[in-house]
């Protein structure tokens, strides 16, 4: 069983490579498996047997002036990659995110909740969701949310950043979310694989949920700082191009019916991350 990740050297692809070590398993970079070359991106992935795209555009801030660019990557480069793993006959998966929804949710989003973006990384995003269920007879879309891990910026790495620098920060108290490491992610989609699961769509988080206030203050305790450094504010005092959702909770109800292990709590999983040093500064 050949396995090929897309997006192979990023924060989730990284831990995909990881999760499947001693396994057939090539990681590729943009150099090797461009989302928007087809024709080199469906010679890079043949004679795979599963085929996962981690690989996206994730400036959400820069995608409200540069749409486009979001939508190749994220939406038709998606539609092409699980074009190519069809014409080689692999397993495609797809990975997504909570943005697709509007995060006016007062109750977790359940897989069948129709999409509502809101910013253009979202709109992107969807876009992607769509061209995956055309061109491939049966994916499998695992949306995600509030990823940390050792391979790029995430939110907790810029909490402890900031801690080393300033005698507090100011964090929302109005955005609810489920903070995922990506080792966890990474280790919840091989089980997807090897439990042949059916096709469709998954909600894959830690479980849980915490504002960014409180996953703060959580990343400066488990650091051994004082969390009283971390001070409440809201989204009104943080003004930014893009508008994030208010509520990012996911529900996980396909994911618990094909039997699968929810993964552990988000506190336990930060916990192990810091321990390790996988969110320190840089």
């Known amino acids: 069983m050949r396995y090929v990740v897309l997006g192979g050297r990023g924060m989730l692809g990284h831990d995909l490579a990881r999760a499947l070590e001693g396994r ?26 599963v085929i996962i795209n981690a690989a996206a555009y994730t400036r959400v801030d820069d995608a409200e ?100 620098g300033r005698d507090t920060v100011d964090v929302v108290t109005d955005q609810i979310g489920q903070p995922t490491w990506t080792r966890d992610l990474a280790s919840g989609i091989v089980e997807l694989l090897d439990a042949e699961a059916p096709a469709g769509i998954y909600h894959v988080t830690n479980s849980g949920q915490a504002s960014k206030f409180e996953l703060a203050r959580a990343a400066f305790e488990l650091a051994g700082l004082d969390p009283d450094r971390v001070h409440p504010t809201d989204s009104a005092s943080f003004v930014s191009p893009a508008p994030r959702p208010a509520y990012s909770v996911l529900g996980h109800d396909a994911w618990l019916a094909a039997g699968l292990s929810e993964l552990r709590p988000w506190r336990e999983a930060l916990a192990e991350a810091v321990a390790e040093g996988a969110v320190s500064p840089r």
Do not use: C
């Open 65 to 164: 002036t540069d749409e486009a660019a979001a939508t190749a990557i994220n939406g038709t480069g998606a539609g092409d990659a699980a074009r190519a793993a069809a014409e080689v006959g692999a397993r495609f998966v797809q990975i997504s995110t909570d943005y697709v929804f509007d995060g006016s949710a007062t109750a977790p989003y359940s897989e069948d909740t129709p999409l509502a973006p809101v910013s253009a990384y979202g709109r992107s995003k969807a876009e992607g969701e769509r061209l995956v269920a055309q061109a491939h007879p049966a994916p499998h879309i695992v949306r995600t949310a509030w990823l940390y891990g050792e391979q790029g910026p995430n939110f907790p790495r810029t909490m402890l950043t900031l801690a080393a």
């Open 24 to 49: 057939d398993v090539v990681a590729l970079g943009r150099d090797q498996g461009d989302l928007t070359h087809p024709a080199a991106l469906r010679a890079a992935v043949d004679g795979a047997d």
